[in-house]
């Protein structure tokens, strides 16, 4: 169950390690929205989404022992990044199950932070399976697109 306290915690460990991103509002969009709105910058954020903040909190939270296996996820852009980004800092290997035709430029990003690729077919595969198989097989730690 999520309490204050575990918020807290997770605050503690991404301190420092993701960006504090402004939250700004737009005259023209609250007049024709007929009301305020705020828009929380992500697009300002270290790998350029707010999926870096949960996957940093759960890299940094492992064991030690966790660690040193390293991680996988599944994902088809933002949530790859994070993990490979976040993984590379806390020198954890990562490995990032890909669908084959996901965008060349999300995929291209998070190979240059350091995640291994690998491919599967979104027509035909489980991503979800394709991923616990990879994470049973090789020991990895799974990093969920939510949740942390």
């Known amino acids: 169950m999520l309490t204050l306290d575990l918020i807290r915690e997770a605050q503690a460990r991404i301190a420092g390690r993701v ?5 700004v509002t737009s005259r023209s969009f609250n007049q024709v929205a007929g009301r305020e ?3 929380k910058c992500e697009n300002l954020q270290r790998a350029g989404a707010f999926k870096i903040r949960g996957a940093t909190n759960k890299i940094q939270a492992l064991t ?4 040193k296996r390293g991680v996988i996820a599944v994902s088809s852009g933002n949530h790859a990044q ?3 980004l976040a993984s590379r800092e806390a020198g ?17 990003a998070t190979r240059n932070y350091g995640a291994d690729i690998r491919f ?6 489980d991503r979800d399976a ?16 939510y949740d942390d």
């Open 19 to 23: 960006h504090r991103t402004p939250v």
């Open 37 to 39: 709105v705020w828009f």
């Open 64 to 67: 030690d022992e966790a660690k």
């Open 82 to 84: 994070a993990v490979a």
């Open 92 to 108: 954890v290997r990562s490995v990032v199950a890909i669908p084959a035709d996901a965008p060349k430029a999300k995929v291209e």
């Open 120 to 125: 599967f077919d979104r027509h035909k595969d």
């Open 130 to 145: 394709f991923g616990r198989e990879i994470s049973e097989r090789e020991g990895l730690v799974m990093v969920p697109a």
